[in-house]
């Protein structure tokens, strides 16, 4: 399942005796954690063991299964962890898959895992009796349900131009999702609205900077001179000196460019060049208001200012200036 489904799952199921929380979503993969311990586990210090998992190789890997096995002193469940913990298909085989099938009644094992290990790794996920939490990142609209119903269970509505804005400004971050949504529940509790409004969001969340970067691209694919040169004023106002919004915008349409000429779907150009599947769909997106020689002319313009400033040609006032001017006048 999702994560974002976790918690009904758990609500409406009690608990499972093993539990996968993985992906490479950390806030994901600690909020499970979480609220697995908060609602199984009542003596941290007499019922909670944690191992790691680089340590639990072969026949090491019974200490796991002891301890899961040891009765609780003071709460519901012996909770035993392990991180990182990427068995090979013999090692379950051997020494997991009797107890995962038939667990102790009042044990729970939660596996935490990043990835999926190595080739020759057990796929647990696919275990008969682990219950799979899927951590990974999410899309853009698994994220907007996110904050959607994470406001709903708090008393506040938002709406999905909200949540799409909160996801937007914070760059499908959900560490910083996660702050900025309990910043905005507490500012409606504290103002007694019952709504999350567009004001609101503006007033309580400045924009990632790299939000504010494709701002700064959006003003150009509309030859908004007047609004590029606020958004750049803003934010070197907020930190960035000119050669360091030279180097983000140079590396920004460096991106567009690549996302552009890369071929194969969304999830194909992303596993070419790195980069999450949403930052490329955003990044073609964004591509498609420019044409090839337009990305790879505004690429190789702000690039080479930022050579000549490294080289001490020019200052980097000047060279910010000059590439302004070239980005919205060179054809006049």
Known sequence: MKYIDFKKFTDENGAKPVYLLEGEEGYFREKGEELLKTRFLEQPTLDYISFDGSELKGEKIKALTDALNCFPFASQK??????????????YESYLKKTVEN????????????????????VLSKKTGITFVDCGKSDEETIRRWIYLTCKRAGVYADGVVCAKIAAYCVCDMARIAKETEK??????????????DALVDEMIYPDSEYKIYELANALARRNYTEFI?????????????????????????????????RGNDGEAAALLGLKEYAVKKNREQASKFSKKEL???????????????????????????VIAGLFFQNK
């Not at 012996?78 to 090692?91: N, S």
């Not at 009042?106 to 990043?114: A, D, F, K, R, T």
């Not at 106002?237 to 690549?258: H, N, Q, T, V, W």
């Open 296 to 322: 790879f002319e505004h690429y190789q313009k702000i690039y080479q200012a930022v050579s000549r400033i490294k080289s001490g040609e020019i200052t980097p006032d000047s060279a910010l200036k000059k």
């Open 230 to 262: 606020r958004i750049s004023e803003e934010l070197q106002a907020k930190g960035f000196d000119p050669i360091a919004l030279l180097s983000a915008l140079a590396s920004y349409f460096k991106g567009l460019y690549e996302a552009s000429t890369t």
């Open 78 to 91: 012996r909770v035993v962890r392990a991180t990182e913990f990427y068995p090979t298909e013999k090692e």
């Open 103 to 122: 667990p102790p009644p009042s044990g729970m094992l939660i596996i935490v895992n990043q990835g999926k290990g190595k080739a020759g790794s057990a």
């Open 184 to 197: 905005l529940l507490i500012c409606c509790e504290g103002m007694g609205q019952t709504a999350l409004t």
